[in-house]
């Protein structure tokens, strides 16, 4: 697989026009609903995540972390982009930066660009992907409170279908079709799959992947 470069993803980031629905769908779960229903009282929380891209191997990357195992923690254990609930008075950029500051250590990026907000109905939080770049590979310090390990990932894989596994699930006692990426045996499904399809489907239309 070829590389994928910064002007790729500058390129991809500013598509106009672009299917982001169908993009989705790619890595959703299925049966799962994109957004808030009406039913629901008040407003859904906001939350945002970055997805940090850097030089690695002549390629770009980007990390993932596995959270640290916590029984009070609704993710707990699992694999994820970087990121929380807003603070008052923050903007969305604002939130993804101490974030990532925060579990893993690193600052001082340029942002790039953003991927459309996502809706996530069991917890009820609409997140936003912020894109930022890193002109030199990160040195990570994860908080052990809330990291457990930091996962380096070639942003190539994420256009190998060698890494993609679609798998028919009992989740809670629903029935689920799922697809996931597998990241060095670790399985990345649901909201973080999800928005790494929009960002693969936007590379897939600006380049010959």
Excluded at 80 to 96: F, R
Aim: proline share 6%; hydrophobic share 40%.
């Amino acid at each position: 697989m070829s590389p994928v470069s910064l002007e790729q993803v500058r390129a991809a980031l500013a598509l106009d026009n672009f299917d982001v629905e169908a993009a989705r769908r790619c890595m959703a779960p299925q049966p799962r609903s994109m957004r808030r229903g009406t039913q629901r009282p008040g407003n859904s929380r906001q939350a945002s995540v970055l997805i940090l891209l850097y030089p690695l191997d002549n390629d770009l990357a980007f990390v993932l972390v596995r959270r640290t195992e916590n029984e009070h923690d609704v993710h707990s254990g699992q694999i994820g982009l970087p990121g929380g609930s807003q603070e008052s008075g923050e903007t969305m950029i604002q939130t993804a930066l101490r974030e990532t500051q925060e579990e893993v250590g690193v600052s001082g990026l340029q942002v790039i660009g953003s991927l459309t907000s996502l809706y996530i109905s069991p917890s009820d939080f609409d997140v936003h992907p912020v894109v930022g770049y890193l002109d030199a590979r990160p040195v990570w310090r994860p908080d052990p409170a809330e990291v457990a390990e930091v996962l380096e990932c070639p942003l190539a894989w994420l256009l190998d279908d060698g890494y993609k596994v679609v798998e028919d699930w009992d989740w809670k006692g629903y029935q689920l079709r799922v697809p996931w990426y597998n990241v060095r045996g670790h399985k990345v499904w649901g909201a973080t799959a999800i928005i790494l399809s929009e960002l693969e489907q936007r590379l897939r239309a600006v380049s010959k992947f």
